[in-house]
């Protein structure tokens, strides 16, 4: 819902169709088409109060090891310095406004500006300028200048069990609040006390706005109608037990599925499949290698599907052993990049790290499960062509943003559009 | 002995027969216990050992044919694969080794065509009885760390 305290929207025409304000479950297709729209989430909501993953703890390990990534289209470094700590400040020179780190990611004493060798250190902090006092008494700065008055924005940081967020936002809540109890849990279940290790990186550039990949990872109902991998090879587990918890914003959420361990217990009684749990009667195709999703319970609480974001554009992923995380990074009205790393532990056993290396097969822009999002956004993007006085329809399992039992529910892409409202103001 | 005419050949059908359009033929090309990873250029470089897809047997390439022909949703494409010369490393005792740069085009169903990847093929091949070499080892290292939209077709 509009957030009143919040300027009016800054869009350069009024929408083509009022949003109506009092309900979740309508989406005007303008949202996605509009460049004064695009423009505006970059500061209300990339670089409002919200808390933006920028890259894992484990990928800048020493001091002077850094990232650069983006912030609401703002060129952000990522950097370890010597007292432990990670800093984020934005990658351009107080000089002339070039780059400082030209490279995705390396590891340095501190940063030079490649244009007039101004130098930063690693939290961000301007400490040198060529031929400040000139040469031979000709030439130099201003007797006035101090480089203390000129410093690159620096950012609010937070490491949550290995991730690095930041924040633009001097007012945004603590991250552990932003996220609220049961998403910082579910991130602890799948991170806590582990030394991930990054296994490969890959980028996914998406044909659509970057609401309808965030709208596609929050959407429990498309799982098993999109996806067919499992039902064409009739792998579906016979008894699971699976829901979805939204935030209280809206703009958080974890959609899981589980093996039920008593209905399991009661189909073995039954003496039914007794030989497995997955069906497989009157199957026509077969994998020729199930090894595949011959998955471990790593976790030991059956969990075989764990989807977690975190507004606005971060997603956790647990299917079976494939970890990964994937970061959402809008590049436009209809384009979108999408990062994914794919993610095991140091402590790994050559078993289960063979394990996650299969189940890279699941995800990423050829996975088994996955591919189909890196096109239905596409669809819906040109789908909407012409229709910016219509409205997405978003009605399953009710009209609330709630957590359920249930995941044939859109429960928690409605909790997404409450969330982006009221960053948005719209 | 796998010569330089034996491997162009081999290579020469191997993207006929995925720019033909003829999935089902192409795991013919690989060993049984065959390696057939997709990566890229940064990810080979840092040691990374992901893949876009992977695999260690015949029957998971079969499976992604399978997966792709009953299972998977994809807007229908097709490649076209240019080779250029394979360089041979010298024959070892598990096979021979060479590297072949390659360029695909992907043509949409509206016509659009486009650089789909760029990259090279690492191989290992084998003999395999009187018959043309087949691979032990495919690692696909596109160039660029970038995907449009989805990799569906094997590259």
């Known amino acids: 819902m509009p957030d009143h305290s919040l300027p009016a929207p800054a869009l350069a025409a009024p929408p083509e169709v009022p949003w109506p304000?009092?309900?979740?479950?309508?989406?005007?297709?303008?949202?996605?088409?509009?460049?004064?729209?695009?423009?505006?989430?970059?500061?209300?909501?990339?670089?409002?109060?919200?808390?933006?993953?920028?890259?894992?703890?484990?990928?800048?390990?020493?001091?002077?090891?850094?990232?650069?990534?983006?912030?609401?289209?703002?060129?952000?470094?990522?950097?370890?310095?010597?007292?432990?700590?990670?800093?984020?400040?934005?990658?351009?020179?107080?000089?002339?406004?070039?780059?400082?780190?030209?490279?995705?990611?390396?590891?340095?004493?501190?940063?030079?500006?490649?244009?007039?060798?101004?130098?930063?250190?690693?939290?961000?902090?301007?400490?040198?300028?060529?031929?400040?006092?000139?040469?031979?008494?000709?030439?130099?700065?201003?007797?006035?200048?101090?480089?203390?008055?000129?410093?690159?924005?620096?950012?609010?940081?937070?490491?949550?069990?290995?991730?690095?967020?930041?924040?633009?936002?001097?007012?945004?809540?603590?991250?552990?609040?932003?996220?609220?109890?049961?998403?910082?849990?579910?991130?602890?279940?799948?991170?806590?006390?582990?030394?991930?290790?990054?296994?490969?990186?890959?980028?996914?550039?998406?044909?659509?706005?970057?609401?309808?990949?965030?709208?596609?990872?929050?959407?429990?109902?498309?799982?098993?109608?999109?996806?067919?991998?499992?039902?064409?090879?009739?792998?579906?587990?016979?008894?699971?037990?699976?829901?979805?918890?939204?935030?209280?914003?809206?703009?958080?959420?974890?959609?899981?599925?589980?093996?039920?361990?008593?209905?399991?217990?009661?189909?073995?009684?039954?003496?039914?499949?007794?030989?497995?749990?997955?069906?497989?009667?009157?199957?026509?195709?077969?994998?020729?290698?199930?090894?595949?999703?011959?998955?471990?319970?790593?976790?030991?609480?059956?969990?075989?599907?764990?989807?977690?974001?975190?507004?606005?554009?971060?997603?956790?992923?647990?299917?079976?052993?494939?970890?990964?995380?994937?970061?959402?990074?809008?590049?436009?009205?209809?384009?979108?990049?999408?990062?994914?790393?794919?993610?095991?532990?140091?402590?790994?056993?050559?078993e289960l790290r063979r394990m996650r290396l299969k189940q890279c097969n699941l995800v990423g822009p050829a996975g088994y499960v996955s591919m189909e999002d890196g096109c239905v956004g596409g669809f819906v993007q040109r789908g909407v062509v012409g229709a910016s006085d219509r409205m997405a329809v978003l009605e399953m399992g009710g009209s609330d943003a709630e957590s359920t039992r249930t995941r044939a529910t859109e429960a928690s892409v409605r909790g997404f559009w409450k969330a982006y409202r009221a960053h948005m103001g719209l | 002995m796998i010569g330089l005419p034996d491997i162009m050949a081999a290579q020469a059908r191997y993207a006929r027969c995925i720019d033909d359009g003829r999935l089902e033929d192409w795991p013919g090309f690989f060993l049984p216990d065959c390696v057939y990873r997709i990566t890229t250029a940064e990810n080979h470089r840092l040691g990374f050992a992901a893949g876009l897809i992977w695999a260690d047997s015949l029957g998971m390439l079969q499976d992604r044919v399978a997966a792709l022909r009953e299972a998977n949703i994809y807007e229908r494409h097709a490649y076209r694969h240019v080779l250029g010369l394979p360089l041979l490393e010298e024959a070892g005792a598990d096979g021979t080794r060479s590297e072949t740069p390659f360029l695909v085009a992907r043509i949409m169903r509206d016509g659009a065509t486009d650089l789909f990847a760029t990259g090279r093929y690492l191989d290992l091949w084998r003999a395999d009885g009187d018959g043309p070499p087949k691979l032990a080892e495919r690692i696909v290292v596109c160039d660029s760390s970038r995907v449009d939209t989805l990799l569906a077709l094997p590259l």
């Open chain 1, 21 to 350: 304000a009092d309900t979740l479950t309508r989406v005007p297709y303008w949202v996605f088409q509009r460049a004064d729209v695009a423009a505006l989430e970059q500061t209300r909501v990339f670089r409002g109060d919200t808390w933006n993953y920028l890259c894992l703890e484990a990928e800048i390990p020493d001091a002077g090891d850094y990232r650069a990534s983006t912030l609401g289209g703002v060129p952000i470094l990522a950097v370890r310095d010597h007292d432990g700590e990670i800093y984020a400040f934005e990658n351009r020179c107080v000089h002339r406004g070039a780059l400082i780190a030209l490279e995705d990611f390396g590891n340095a004493r501190e940063f030079t500006c490649v244009y007039h060798a101004w130098s930063y250190d690693l939290q961000g902090n301007l400490k040198g300028v060529a031929f400040k006092d000139g040469i031979n008494g000709q030439g130099g700065m201003p007797e006035c200048f101090r480089m203390s008055d000129h410093q690159p924005r620096k950012l609010r940081t937070a490491v949550v069990a290995g991730l690095v967020f930041a924040s633009a936002s001097d007012t945004v809540p603590p991250i552990e609040e932003y996220l609220g109890e049961q998403i910082l849990e579910r991130i602890e279940r799948v991170l806590g006390g582990r030394k991930p290790e990054v296994i490969g990186r890959f980028t996914q550039a998406l044909p659509n706005n970057w609401k309808l990949y965030v709208e596609n990872v929050r959407d429990s109902y498309h799982a098993s109608l999109l996806h067919l991998f499992f039902t064409t090879f009739e792998l579906n587990k016979l008894s699971q037990k699976g829901g979805l918890i939204v935030d209280e914003s809206g703009g958080n959420h974890v959609s899981y599925s589980a093996i039920d361990r008593e209905a399991e217990a009661k189909v073995a009684a039954a003496n039914e499949y007794a030989a497995q749990n997955i069906r497989s009667e009157s199957g026509s195709y077969r994998l020729k290698d199930p090894s595949v999703l011959a998955g471990m319970d790593e976790f030991g609480d059956g969990v075989t599907l764990q989807i977690l974001s975190v507004f606005p554009g971060f997603v956790l992923q647990q299917i079976q052993n494939s970890l990964a995380v994937r970061q959402v990074v809008p590049r436009g009205t209809d384009r979108t990049d999408l990062h994914w790393t794919y993610l095991g532990f140091k402590d790994d056993t050559p």
